[in-house]
């Protein structure tokens, strides 16, 4: 059963944007409005990496410094749904980029961006951005 569903993902030059959003079914632990929500991406060859955690009320956030003022977290706990604002993409930000759904309330600054901090995953969406 797949628990988030993440959209929205394309082909953009460098410099656009694109907004992707993350659809919860049911999570099998949680409810969505309960728990902290975060987006990672890896690019072909590297390492997943943390790019932004919200936690359960959308009022705390944190963002990977190579995103950070370009990037925004954001959510709709009525629609169970989670969203990613992209702007101002760079060539780098190309990659897979999945929702992830934590077992807490809260992030942590200290390890919002570590994989093992979330229990459930989506099956990514692929952005290409273009030079």
């Known amino acids: 059963q797949v628990h988030l569903v993440e959209s929205g993902g394309g082909l953009v030059q460098a410099g656009g944007s694109l907004r992707l959003s993350c659809t919860s079914s049911?999570?099998?632990?949680?409810?969505?409005?309960?728990?902290?929500m975060g987006w990672f991406r890896q690019a072909p060859g590297k390492e997943r990496e943390g790019v932004a955690c919200?936690?359960?009320?959308?009022?705390?956030?944190y963002y990977a410094q190579s995103v950070k003022g370009r990037f925004t977290i954001s959510r709709d706990n009525n629609k169970n749904t989670l969203y990613l604002q992209m702007n101002g993409l760079k060539v780098e930000d190309t990659a897979t980029y999945y929702c992830?759904?934590?077992?807490?309330?809260?992030?942590?600054?200290?390890?919002?961006?570590?994989?093992?901090?979330?229990?459930?995953w989506g099956q990514g969406t692929q952005v290409t951005v273009s030079s």
């Open positions: 992830a759904a934590m077992h807490f309330a809260g992030c942590l600054s200290s390890t919002w961006f570590k994989r093992e901090e979330y229990v459930t």
């Open positions: 049911g999570l099998p632990l949680d409810k969505f409005e309960d728990v902290a």
């Open positions: 919200t936690g359960f009320n959308g009022r705390d956030s």
